[in-house]
């Protein structure tokens, strides 16, 4: 039963929230007002967490999908002793604190997922719910349930009205991801107000229609009632689960709750005042508040970290009696185990006739599946052809967790961040595919990949006007400098197969940052200058016999055989240029200055750069002198061939463009 020090915490939780809202004079008060009980009593009473271990194995997953309430859950963080201080909640959203307006993974310890855009964590969690199960069914003995944690995620109606987390959430029932556990904090407001204006749909219907559990507890306040929720949650086998907990928005504040304007506005001094006396809090300045608050969320901090050491006792049992299992464990644990493929000669050379990308990615795929065990992923209903299926893996389900190929459905954007999840819980080497086109829905969610940093692979396939007679509603034209453009995102565009083994291999092995391999549909020569140097981003692939080239073409992907057809013609004509394969230009940018100016020599200003893409964002290495030759519009519907002529990337084209630069 909930005690005095319960509802007063909770209520602690609330006024440290207002407080950094005030004091920045900026956030949202509005759900850390409304879901403090939530949080509380699952953070109390039933989330396995050690603050002294905030990364430990085994812990329970929290997201606060609702990014836009992080006071809420910084208070959290703070009083359980995380190590947010009260100097870092009176500094919240400010220039390099530990407590920015969002929650940022990486940034601030205790945060599992950056959120911030609506939905995203709702999908994230369904990643890391995924993730569990595999690793379960991989890992787990009788006797010894060594993955076996809860993945909780907190958000309100705009979460629900978004809908990437119905895709998610569809997944999730047909998965049956019995550890999902959403917490949804059901207030009826948005910024616009009630929100019957634009959603009035039966959620918990939603839910039960998608094959979840679903609760509901009609108030908000009632912690013995969450706590009974969430333990019935819990129980619930071979289902996820759903509780939607009716809130007021801005509870507490008299002149705020229920309103609109607590949603995305600090209350006022006035205001705070208001609440701490509704609530009960002593008001003896902002940022103050009672020791014994601190000393029952120290307590409460103590009794987790048991939770801890006796999972721990159970792991050392667990080495001990399967050995084999304790290296299998650190194999997925190790972040380095791509590594061996830099030797491996079956990797690197293995085609001698021209051949798709994307089919030479597929055989790549599944040699690293047979050396890197802890491959997972697949496609949004399009294995079959952007080749991501990894033979007798057996496929992730409801009824086979073990298996490795995910079926995601017509789900983009879910897809991406359920990757996201994956990748952020740990222990596995996610990947998603899809059709290079569609990285239009992929983008918000591999923005977020690039924020967090986490090494999400993206198989992105059919990859120009190569596509063909599929037409410009499937041909790429300005996606490839759409992700180049975003910071701390790798596009590789491979020439050959040497090059996709090198996109392979730099994103398996890449820590910090997501890769996506743009690959082709048509078949694409291997190129006998190719080499491991692509793991640059950009090199030399044929040179000139000058000291000083007369020009230099830089191309990408199926581009790259014009330039080396067009260096022969040329030097037919006395012309004797530089041919530069450019897979990876934000790789070729970390280089360093003496690489780049040895390949891209500033005396040379004759250049042309060739991509059947749009131009923008070549400027930089072709300079305002340059020649492009790719595409100016959308493309069309006819055979891929076909199409290169009327657009004119061709060899000739590119002859032309080379001889322009230099007249």
């Not at 309430?69 to 959290?76: D, E, R």
């Not at 819990?234 to 809130?247: D, F, H, N, V, W």
């Not at 080497?429 to 899809?434: D, G, K, M, N």
Request: charged letters at 20%; hydrophobic letters at 40%.
């Amino acid at each position: 039963m909930s005690s005095a020090i319960d509802t007063k915490s909770v209520n602690s939780i609330r006024v440290l929230a207002a407080d950094a809202i005030q004091k920045a004079n900026s956030g949202h008060p509005g759900l850390p007002l409304g879901s403090a009980p939530m949080a509380y009593e699952l953070w109390a009473n039933h989330m396995n967490h050690n603050p002294k271990d905030p990364k430990w194995e085994n812990r329970d997953r929290f997201i606060l999908s609702g990014g836009h309430g992080s006071a809420l859950l910084y208070s959290l963080l703070h009083f359980f002793g995380y190590g947010i201080t009260i100097d870092d909640m009176k500094n919240f959203r400010q220039l390099g604190s530990k407590t920015p307006g969002h929650p940022e993974y990486g940034h601030t310890v205790g945060v599992e997922a950056t959120t911030g855009p609506l939905g995203a964590g709702m999908a994230m969690a369904v990643g890391m719910a995924m993730a569990e199960k595999h690793l379960a069914a991989t890992f787990n003995k009788e006797n010894f349930p060594v993955v076996d944690h809860y993945t909780y995620v907190l958000g309100g109606d705009g979460c629900m009205m978004e809908g990437i987390s119905y895709e998610a959430f569809s997944l999730a029932g047909t998965l049956g991801l019995e550890k999902l556990i959403v917490l949804y904090d059901s207030n009826n407001i948005s910024i616009e107000g009630d929100t019957n204006i634009a959603f009035r749909e039966n959620v918990r219907q939603r839910f039960e229609s998608f094959g979840f559990h679903t609760q509901l507890v009609e108030d908000g306040n009632d912690l013995d009632a969450i706590g009974k929720a969430i333990e019935a949650a819990k129980a619930e086998k071979g289902r996820p689960s759903m509780i939607e907990i009716k809130t007021k928005i801005g509870a507490g504040c008299p002149a705020k709750e229920g309103k609109a304007s607590a949603h995305g506005e600090p209350l006022g001094v006035e205001n705070v005042a208001a609440l701490r006396a509704n609530l009960g809090i002593a008001d003896n300045g902002p940022f103050v508040l009672d020791q014994d608050v601190y000393d029952h969320f120290a307590k409460l901090a103590e009794e987790k970290a048991t939770v801890e050491d006796a999972w721990n006792a159970l792991f050392a049992d667990y080495c001990k009696t399967y050995p084999e299992m304790k290296e299998l464990w650190d194999n997925y644990h190790n972040t380095d185990n791509a590594k061996c493929l830099y030797d491996l000669d079956e990797f690197w050379n293995s085609f001698d006739k021209p051949e798709a990308t994307r089919n030479v990615s597929g055989k790549l795929l599944n040699i690293i599946n047979n050396v890197v065990p802890n491959m997972f992923g697949g496609a949004a209903d399009l294995a079959p052809s952007t080749k991501t299926n990894m033979k007798d893996a057996g496929d992730f389900s409801k009824e086979n967790p073990l298996g490795k190929n995910i079926h995601f459905g017509i789900r983009e954007i879910a897809m991406a961040a359920i990757g996201n999840g994956i990748a952020l819980h740990g222990g596995l080497r996610p990947f998603v595919s899809t059709f290079f086109v569609f990285s239009d829905y992929v983008k918000p969610m591999a923005r977020l990949s690039a924020l967090m940093g986490v090494p999400l692979t993206y198989v992105l396939t059919h990859d120009s006007i190569g596509v063909g007679e599929d037409g410009p509603t499937h041909e790429p034209i300005e996606q490839l400098a759409m992700l180049r453009a975003m910071p701390n995102f790798y596009v590789y565009r491979p020439a050959d197969a040497t090059e996709c083994a090198a996109a392979w291999y730099f994103a398996t092995n890449k820590k910090d940052a997501p890769t996506a391999l743009v690959l082709s549909r048509q078949n694409l020569p291997q190129l006998d200058g190719s080499s491991q140097e692509a793991l640059k981003g950009g090199y030399i692939l044929e040179d000139s016999t000058k000291d000083t080239p007369d020009a230099i073409i830089i191309a990408t992907g199926s581009e790259v055989s014009l330039a080396v057809e067009a260096k022969k013609e040329l030097a037919a004509e006395n012309i004797d240029v530089r041919v530069v394969s450019m897979p990876c230009m934000d790789l070729f940018e970390d280089q360093p200055d003496e690489y780049k100016d040895a390949i891209l020599p500033k005396n040379v200003t004759a250049r042309v750069g060739v991509e059947a893409l749009s131009e923008f964002g070549w400027g930089k290495y072709i300079g305002i002198n340059g020649e492009f030759v790719g595409m100016k519009s959308f493309g069309a519907s006819a055979p891929g061939n076909q199409l290169f002529e009327h657009f004119g990337i061709t060899k000739d084209a590119v002859v032309a463009a080379v001889k322009k630069t230099l007249n």
